[in-house]
């Protein structure tokens, strides 16, 4: 690979890291046509070939000595983005280069919300970005099986949704004024992207349109927006929850301990109805036997019924339901101020809430995307319950703050899936950092809720890997982060007004403003 010619760079760009976002980042600056510098402190033998086949240059080195700043002409570059994994590297680099440069636009990548706010003046020229908020939208869609969403165009918002072709004609005939954005033929065949309103579809096609609310309405297409509310559950179902919730909380000493005293108690009615006698001859009813027997159990006699009297026998049952009664009593209470204490620690940890959940959305995975999918769900409405490994994960602060409830434990695992209750989920977002954990979490779900046809989003970082994976196998919709994010950075580097990124199918699609000049044609 070529190292790059100093004293002949001008107008370049130039890009710090080559991991994770940032491969996608400079594949699509390339493929734009522009001069790519990459700077990486160890680029593996395979980062260095996709480089080269690229025809980007490659520095080997961290962009945090002057040195090696000034070898890159910073001065005289478009622009610089910062997209190292490491937020505090990016903070360093970016301060570096605004020291060297006021006006070159600068592009940080930060993770860290607060980071990025306090990095927003040192960006200007340039744009602070995260990873998380801009692709939490295509998760949440997949998540809920959302079908439509909203760009802004001068002022004036346009839905872009998906439909199900019920007659076979002409776009222009079938849709009026809306414009086809990709048709997915129901053959299975490959997806025709922008097609024209000219084209020819069959009854069954998915086809993707744009267009104003009124355009939907003038076709009488209904489009989900994604407004949700909370449907309060019945009085008589959270009762049911309630007492399902306080059952479930108890352990099983305590329903054996309660039930043998049910069972003292029982026969002791029966036993005091058949053979206590007064002495004028009045025997006791049922109710009085209750009272009696609550009375001897918990050794607060009255004085209005005593044993005194009654035959040896019965004088006999009187000692045995005393010493045993208080003896039940005393391990039933300190049974049942267990379960309270379990239930209590459970209920932080998010068990409780999830018990009683109905037709909520199931995270799993906390990490920058997982939280920001979460809350985003949260905010419109969804039920979310947040199933995560590690205990010490630093974003459960923030999912409780906002009321959802976490549970630890290993999605893999039949148990915590059932725990979470995907078996009552409405929806599903596998959003671990690793596409393999997410792969395997994603078919241990679908085998979870095989019975049921419910959404699961995937998170995959690699295009390819997504497209085989939404194809070949049954583990859920993926979505490629690095493809919902990448023409963020590229935009704000070239100076371009991106709108939206999302998915159609298996394929991503970016929505973006141009102007267009006289003579310049698109």
């Not at 491969?23 to 510098?37: E, K, M, S, Y």
């Not at 025809?55 to 700043?69: H, K, N, V």
């Not at 040896?312 to 379960?339: D, E, S």
């Not at 290993?410 to 596409?435: F, K, Q």
Request: proline share 2%; hydrophobic share 50%.
């Amino acid at each position: 690979m070529e190292q790059p010619d100093s004293n002949s760079l001008h107008g370049h760009v130039v890009v710090f890291g080559f991991e994770g976002v940032a491969r996608r980042i400079v594949r699509h600056l390339v493929n734009a046509g522009q001069q790519v510098i990459v700077i990486e402190p160890k680029a593996t033998i395979d980062a260095r070939a996709d480089l080269a086949r690229w025809g980007a240059s490659y520095i080997e080195g961290s962009g945090s000595r002057e040195s090696t700043l000034r070898q890159l002409r910073i001065d005289s570059a478009i622009a610089v983005l910062c997209v190292n994994d490491d937020d505090l590297r990016n903070i360093e680099i970016a301060l570096l280069i605004r020291e060297l440069s006021p006006t070159i636009r600068i592009v940080v990548y930060a993770a860290n919300a607060a980071v990025g706010r306090a990095m927003q003046t040192i960006a200007n020229p340039g744009a602070v970005l995260d990873v998380a908020q801009l692709a939490s939208s295509s998760f949440l869609e997949a998540a809920v099986r959302r079908n439509a969403h909203t760009v802004d165009l001068g002022g004036e918002e346009f839905i872009i949704a998906t439909v199900t072709n019920e007659s076979s004609g002409r776009i222009r005939s079938l849709w009026g004024h809306l414009a086809p954005v990709a048709v997915r033929p129901a053959d299975g065949s490959s997806t025709i992207v922008c097609p024209g309103r000219d084209l020819e579809v069959d009854k069954g096609d998915l086809v993707t349109l744009i267009g104003t609310a009124h355009d939907y309405e003038e076709v009488r297409l209904e489009v989900d927006l994604g407004e949700h509310l909370l449907k309060s559950a019945s009085l008589a179902r959270r009762m049911k929850d309630a007492v399902w919730a306080m059952v479930d909380a108890v352990d099983r000493p305590f329903k054996i301990a309660f039930g043998v005293l049910a069972a003292l108690g029982i026969v002791s009615v029966a036993i005091l109805t058949a053979g206590y006698r007064e002495s004028d001859g009045t025997t006791m009813n049922a109710f009085d036997a209750m009272y009696f027997t609550s009375e001897t159990i918990a050794t607060v006699g009255f004085g209005d019924f005593y044993f005194r009297d009654q035959s040896t026998w019965l004088r006999l049952w009187a000692v045995v339901l005393i010493l045993a009664g208080a003896t039940l009593v005393a391990v039933t209470t300190a049974l049942l101020t267990n379960a309270l204490v379990s239930r209590r620690l459970a209920q932080s940890f998010g068990r409780q809430q999830l018990t009683r959940m109905r037709d909520h959305i199931v995270i799993i995975g906390l990490g920058s995307v997982g939280s920001q999918v979460a809350i985003d769900l949260h905010d419109a409405g969804y039920e979310v319950a947040v199933i995560e490994r590690n205990d010490g994960n630093r974003f459960i602060g923030q999912v409780r703050s906002a009321g959802i409830p976490v549970l630890f434990g290993d999605a893999t695992l039949p148990g915590t899936l059932a725990a979470a209750g995907v078996d009552r989920a409405a929806g599903i977002a596998v959003l671990t950092s690793d596409d393999l954990v997410n792969i395997e979490t994603g078919l241990a779900v679908r085998d979870a809720t095989s019975e049921r046809d419910i959404p699961i989003a995937l998170r995959i970082f690699e295009r390819d890997l997504a497209r085989v994976v939404g194809r070949s196998l049954d583990a859920g919709i993926a979505r490629s982060t690095a493809e919902l994010a990448a023409p963020w950075f590229v935009g704000a580097a070239l100076g371009l007004k991106v709108l939206g990124t999302f998915y159609v199918g298996q394929t991503p699609f970016l929505a973006a403003e141009l102007t267009v000049r006289a003579g310049g044609g698109l």
